[in-house]
């Protein structure tokens, strides 16, 4: 009975005396236990994943090997279109989305589902990595446990950066990374209230990581000796990749959109793009996979092919890329952009020395590592990121000035470009992004019907200034709607304005008739509409009030002070202040 009554106590957090301390500590304790939890799913994820790959390596050079990546995004897309109702995505994006309109509730299938597909894909050989899916499966795990603890939208939305930033900091063993990563992209708010929670959980994830794997920096190099000259090329490199994530962008987003237009089943369509990548693996095996091994070699300046064999591999992994995800393959992006990016800084250097070959350029890993960071802050458009992520994963601190440079110039010219990023771009064009704290997003839990005032007193056309004015003496309101006597639709609005003119002229009072002064076409709203655009347009016309209308009846009136009002009340609700 004990038992019971203190699993009671801990399910139903209003009797939980912690619920009355500070909120902070609330979610730095609640984080740790994220970061945890996301740290443990993502070591899961890269053992499952070496597992794979281990397992299928010795079919790798049968001719038969292409069907590999199609058989394994098939698998992907049966399971999460199938068994687990999820459709294909990135994972990111799916995750902002939740935060932007949802206050970051996630169903708690989704702390596994993208895990297992993403295995699938990636493992048989798809090109893509496996962050995003571990990022959307500890947001995922955050948003659950938010919810045991019946926290607000605000708290949930805190501990959904929690995993997000604990999965990327355990599989990246790079804790700064994935803190900045989940403040800068999922959640878009730098706040006290997110920031030292997070951070709890990027250390959290990162000792999870580093007890289960050992300390180890994922890409190691020697010192690089940095000169004026090379700072100088950086602005060169950075245009370079900022082309390139452009290129990687649009290649994927195009190979979705005619996928989408093929009319055959979805794991069809993706068993067809993995195998066409397979096929592409059978002469570039670096295409296939994380790609994570080649990096090693780039870095270490040991990549012994060309320049038109580096740039081909740049260009089939960018197919590659596009083939698996835009196909409907699971997988993020991450690992292919540090490929991509090594390539681009490889061939960069290389057509560097070609042109100048008396130049003392440092060695080629500095461009590669330059690269990958330029890639990763342009489709990202998340300069932040792209710096603290190269650092942690390589401790390339030298390069700290140049990498500043590329991540800085390659967002800029990325975002002049395309002015959303690869994760947010969707999400724009449907208008979904809302971050935390806008006007748009507290006032997106509210709807028209919500605050709708039907307290007005409807008139009709043909009725007398005289007769308008005793039902004016009767009401509080100052505008009048005006409806049709036999069919009630509505024709217009007459406000107290616009009988001002004939007010102080008695002799009008039977000569007018309320059609002759109506406004015929007023500023009206649907249900439907936007509460953010409502308010836009009451501010750019200058009014205070809007009528209603739906199949052009009147439904009542919408004002601008009821509308503030319980905007305040929804931001209270949702912060919980």
Request: a neutral charge.
């Amino acid at each position: 009975m004990k038992l019971l009554n203190l699993l009671k106590q801990w399910r139903y957090p209003s009797r939980w005396h912690l619920f009355r301390m500070d909120d902070r500590l609330l979610l730095i304790v609640i984080g740790a236990i994220v970061g945890i939890c996301s740290g443990m799913a993502a070591v899961a994820l890269n053992r499952s994943l070496l597992f794979i790959l281990e397992g299928l390596h010795p079919y790798r050079r049968i001719w038969w090997a292409f069907i590999l990546p199609g058989a394994g995004a098939a698998l992907s897309s049966i399971f999460l279109n199938k068994i687990v109702n999820e459709g294909a995505g990135h994972g990111v994006p799916e995750v902002v989305y939740a935060v932007s309109r949802y206050g970051g509730l996630m169903r708690l299938r989704s702390s596994f589902s993208r895990l297992i597909s993403s295995c699938l894909t990636i493992g048989s050989g798809g090109s893509a990595g496996p962050e995003a899916p571990v990022v959307m499966s500890g947001a995922a795990i955050g948003s659950n446990i938010a919810g045991f603890f019946s926290l607000n939208d605000r708290q949930r939305v805190a501990l959904v950066g929690c995993g997000a930033a604990g999965a990327i900091s355990s599989i990246f063993n790079a804790p700064i990374a994935g803190m900045i990563f989940a403040v800068e992209v999922i959640i878009g708010e730098w706040t006290a209230l997110n920031i030292i929670p997070i951070a709890i959980a990027s250390v959290a994830g990162t000792e999870v990581s580093r007890f289960l794997q050992g300390n180890q920096i994922a890409f190691s190099h020697r010192q690089f000796d940095i000169s004026s000259l090379d700072i100088s090329a950086c602005i060169g490199l950075a245009a370079m990749t900022a082309i390139t994530s452009i290129a990687l962008t649009r290649v994927i987003r195009g190979v979705g959109g005619l996928s989408g237009r093929v009319s055959l089943p979805a794991w069809v369509r993706a068993a067809g793009g993995g195998c066409l990548v397979g096929a592409v693996g059978l002469y570039l095996p670096v295409v296939l996979g994380e790609g994570y091994h080649s990096i090693h070699q780039m870095i270490e300046g040991l990549y012994t092919p060309g320049i038109i064999i580096v740039t081909l591999a740049m260009l089939a992994k960018i197919i590659a890329t596009g083939l698996t995800l835009g196909s409907g393959g699971s997988g993020g992006i991450f690992a292919p952009c540090l490929v991509i990016g090594s390539f681009t800084g490889l061939a960069y250097h290389r057509l560097l020395v070609l042109l100048w070959p008396s130049v003392p350029w440092v060695n080629e890993g500095c461009y590669a590592l330059l690269g990958m960071a330029g890639l990763i802050s342009g489709i990202l458009q998340a300069p932040l990121t792209g710096i603290f992520l190269i650092v942690e994963i390589s401790g390339g601190y030298e390069v700290m000035l140049p990498l500043i440079i590329v991540s800085a110039i390659s967002t800029t010219l990325s975002n002049y470009i395309e002015p959303a990023s690869f994760y947010l771009k969707e999400l724009v064009e449907k208008g979904h992004l809302l971050r935390p704290g806008t006007d748009a997003r507290v006032l997106a839990d509210l709807s028209v019907y919500e605050l709708l005032e039907k307290d007005c007193i409807t008139v009709n056309p043909d009725m007398l200034l005289r007769d308008f004015i005793k039902i004016v003496k009767r009401s509080h309101r100052n505008y009048f709607p005006v409806e049709d006597k036999k069919t009630g639709q509505f024709l217009g609005m007459i406000h107290l304005d616009d009988i001002r003119p004939y007010l102080f002229n008695p002799g009008m009072y039977d000569a007018v008739f309320l059609e002759q002064i109506m406004n015929e076409k007023p500023e009206i709203v649907s249900p439907e509409d936007d509460l953010s655009d409502i308010l836009h347009r009451m501010d750019n016309n200058h009014l205070f009030s809007m009528p209603v209308v739906a199949g052009n009846r009147f439904q009542g009136m919408i004002s601008k002070a009821t509308l503030l009002d319980q905007y305040r009340k929804e931001l209270m609700v949702q912060t919980n202040r």
